[in-house]
């Protein structure tokens, strides 16, 4: 898995101003959390997280004004329109501990032939890891597969060392018949001339 350094900064202001102050800082707000310890605040550079999050599950060798940590992002909050980021939440982990964390999954493989369709049930793998060897992703071949086929979660051939967190029968991935287009109902009337009212004798 990728591994990435930055440096962070406490914070001690908070609300919408902070938060505006920030980004002219070209900054985010973060939080950083876990193993029982009271949440710190702080802001991390943009560009770098922005940058780091092109990883999945990226471990993230963080200084905050010298103290030392490990964390991986459990949470990116963005603006809707312009996609910047607005806010992260960050969990503390260690060497050795597993964590839960759900990773992409690739489709690799052609269908058989003829109109079907491929539904991502699931677009990403619930799993466990070992915090520093968290899998970027896992691969699933559709070669051959056909209308009604499916992967389940216990097919995927997993990194060692991961494990899943849902059940192995839990669908994946499903191929469905591509449905014909019904007709559009024609316009009885289209055409018709109208047909004369009734005028009530005088």
Known sequence: MADVNLS???????????????RREEKIPAVIYGHGEDPVHVALPSYDM????????????????G????VIPKAVQREAIRGFL?????LV???GEKVSVDIPIHVEGDLAPGQNLLEHVLVALPVEAEATHIPESVTVSVEGL???????AGEIKLPKGTTLT?????VVIQVLAAQAEEPAADEET???????????PE
């Not at 999945?56 to 004004?65: G, Q, R």
């Not at 607005?86 to 960050?90: I, T």
């Not at 849902?166 to 839990?170: A, I, L, N």
């Open 166 to 170: 849902v059940e192995e029968d839990e």
């Open 146 to 152: 056909d209308a009604g086929d499916s992967v389940t």
């Open 8 to 22: 962070a900064s406490i914070r001690s202001e908070f609300g919408k101003g902070a938060a505006r102050r920030l």
């Open 67 to 70: 103290k030392k940590q490990l």
């Open 93 to 95: 982990v260690r060497r």
């Open 50 to 65: 922005m940058m780091a999050l092109k990883t999945p599950n990226v471990l993230i060798h963080l200084d905050v004004e």
């Open 190 to 200: 289209e055409g018709e001339a109208e047909a004369p009212s009734e005028v009530a």
């Open 86 to 90: 607005v806010h992260a939440d960050l």
